[in-house]
């Protein structure tokens, strides 16, 4: 007795470890796919088989199918995704998490070549541990910093799957245990312990792991045995759909009932077929024991089976979804959320791509808010003022909730890239919200203009209408090269600021030069100044964001030296400044 109470603490301690690599493993993984991961997401079509390949390899890319199925809970719950999209990336991901089993399967490789030897997981693991440790202590490199956790992380989940095996080796001479492995015979009760366990650990690698342990080490498991667990190891797996779909929205919780009815209706009906074949034409292999590699077959042909049974079937699954929650007439649809959903935190790479993407809509909001501002001076409207103070509300709204998201983001472990992109979204909406605040400015001034009946002199109107044109142009290159992240664009914007602020400079100059003269009045030159500031305020804005835009990809945050840089003895600069002194001259 006291024999197995050990094993199973072994047992229980090589699982920790097994998970505690696979969670380092993972997200390590994650963090090195950066920018690749939303950019593929970006592109999920309605296509079932790109939808299937995109969940499948994001699932390889990841390692975790349960962390994609939350991913899309998260993106059902902020709108983003529409439900009928993700029912092939459920199914690719199925498919993609079999990727552990056949690199688990490998510990079952023997013989005495010294080539066989080092192919061996457990001999391999060392020298990558070796290696990432190192890399971790001594590279300068965050990436770098990151292939070494994820060899650690192999190394640790490989010393777990060891750790296991060589707990569970003695028990195949226990009787207890034998009697135990009888009741595997039993077809349901092998689905139903298959699940448990999946569910309990919530993670099928970790289940598929501990059958590869047993299988290797006790002979004893068959392949009759092996293919209802490994069935009910695919339906515990929606355990964290489950609990990840609490407290959203019921859109969102129709992704945990298509994840469960897809490995449900394969369990039911290829388990069927295979109790009624075997029952027919008495399979052989059925009595035989399984090893490793036999039950990363068996995990395969199961996933693809019931895709290839259940892909023509997508709409059926919806229904399904909306038969068990239907929808309510009075609930409304849920739109795209400023508020990035908490559970996309697990993939910072996806919360980021979200973040950037509503700031892309803040950028055109803040753009749009400005033109119609513009369009307001000398041709006043009460309506389209009012329009423009809710838009700035809009816009502080943005700031507030994503700058709370970015925080929430940044407290995650994020790859380099990932945490630059950060910090550039979190400038960036402060500008974009700055940019809000002038237009309510120019409200003002245009309500002044309106009220009080001021008249500027043509000189003074002809001056304003250059100056408008370049504001103009600054404002659709800024969100234009916000949205693209062009470096080249962005650094045509800082000549064209230049031009800006030399022509407010030239403008205030030409209305002392009329004050003087007397064709221009105090009032009007008080007016006159508060547009000009404001103009020349908005440029320095729009600098500031194709700044960052450029400094993201040079992984550098130093504005100041990079804006010296560009003024003096820059010829693209100097080329850009002199095309646009042209193209905008009061002359």
Known sequence: MNGIILALIKVAGGLAFFLYGMHVMSSGL???????????????????????????????????????????????????????????????????TTFTAWLLSLMDISGDSLLLSLIK???????????????????????????????????????????????????????????????FNNPVFGVVIGALVTGIIQSSAASVGILQTLAIQTGQ????????????????????????????????????????????????????????????FKFAFSDL???????????????????????????????????VLPDKGEEPVKKKSVMIDERLLATPSVAI??????????????????????????????????????????????????????????????????????????????????????AVNLVSIAEEIHTKKIQFTPEANKEISVLTGALKEILENMCTVYESCDESAAADIEPLEQVIDCLTKEIKANHVSRLQKGLCTIETGFVLMDLLTNYERVSDHCSNIAVSVIETSHSTFETHKYLSKVKFGNKNFNDNFEKFSEKYSLT
């Open 353 to 438: 791509a979200e973040c950037q993407a509503a700031s892309t809509e803040m950028a055109k909001l803040a753009r749009e808010t400005l033109l119609t501002s513009i369009d307001l001076i000398g041709n006043y409207n009460e309506e389209t003022a009012q329009l423009i103070l809710k838009n700035e509300d809009k816009l502080d709204d943005y700031e507030d909730k994503l700058g709370t998201s970015l925080v929430q983001i940044s407290a995650q472990a994020l790859s380099e890239h990932n945490s630059q992109m950060a910090s550039r979204i979190l400038r960036a909406i402060g500008d974009f919200e700055r940019l809000g605040d002038h």
């Open 30 to 96: 994650e963090k090195m796919a950066g920018g690749k991961l939303e950019m593929a997401l970006k592109k999920m079509t309605s296509n079932p088989f790109k939808s299937l390949a995109l969940g499948a390899g994001i699932t390889v890319a990841i390692q975790s199918s349960s962390a994609l199925t939350v991913m899309l809970v998260g993106l059902v719950n902020s709108g983003i995704m529409q439900i009928g999209q993700t029912v092939g990336v459920i199914m690719g991901s199925n498919i993609g």
């Open 121 to 183: 997981p457990e001999n391999f693991s060392l020298v990558l541990a070796l290696i990432g440790a190192f890399m971790i202590m001594s590279a300068k490199s965050v990436r770098k910093r990151d292939i070494g956790a994820i060899m650690v992380g192999f190394a640790v989940l490989m010393y777990g799957m060891k750790l296991m095996g060589d707990a569970c080796k003695p028990l195949a001479d226990v009787p207890e245990f034998q009697n135990l492995l009888v009741a």
């Open 289 to 323: 024991p399984v090893n490793a590699a036999g039950i990363a077959v068996v995990h395969s042909i199961f996933n693809v089976a019931t895709t290839v049974l259940l892909l023509p079937f997508g709409k059926l699954l919806v229904k399904i979804a909306n038969t």
């Open 221 to 280: 498991i068959t392949y009759g045995m092996a293919i209802p667990i490994i069935m009910g190891q695919n339906i515990g797996t929606c355990v964290t759909a489950l609990i990840s779909s609490f407290g959203v929205s019921r859109n969102a919780k129709k992704v945990a009932v298509i994840h469960i009815s897809f490995n449900l209706i394969g369990t039911v009906v290829l388990l069927t077929l295979y109790l009624i074949a075997d029952a027919l």
